[in-house]
């Protein structure tokens, strides 16, 4: 049991930056890994990065990386994702997602999900 709430979502320039953020819940002792993912309109949901919760592991999906930076906190039990030089491609909701480890069983947890919007 792992609940997950996305903030930050919103309308911004081509260009700009934005901030999401994610709080965890629950059962956080067991998470292995949070990240983010998205789906764009008409779009498969598609990974965008990844952290472990030892923070020894970082991956991206090749278009966002130089641009978003995914960071954690244990003792807040948050994960965010800095996204920077935004571009209009970049419009979707927004999931965070969390990966557990639990009686020899993996699970994910998944956010209500955000909407990040990116003008021209």
């Known amino acids: 049991q792992v609940q997950l709430v996305e903030s930050g979502g919103g309308l911004v320039q081509a260009g700009g930056s934005l901030r999401l953020s994610c709080a965890a819940s629950?059962?956080?002792?067991?998470?292995?890994?949070m990240g983010w993912f998205r789906q764009a309109p008409g779009k498969e949901r598609e990974f965008v990065a990844t952290?472990?919760?030892?923070?020894?592991?970082?991956d991206y999906e090749d278009s966002v990386k130089g641009r978003f930076t995914i960071s954690g906190d244990n003792a807040k039990n948050t994960v965010s994702l800095q996204m920077n030089s935004l571009k209009p491609e970049d419009t979707a909701i927004y999931y965070c997602?969390?990966?557990?480890?639990?009686?020899?069983?993996?699970?994910?947890?998944w956010g209500q999900g955000t909407q990040v919007t990116v003008s021209s």
């Open positions: 997602v969390a990966r557990t480890t639990w009686a020899s069983q993996r699970r994910d947890y």
């Open positions: 629950g059962r956080t002792f067991s998470i292995y890994a």
């Open positions: 952290i472990t919760s030892s923070g020894g592991r970082i």
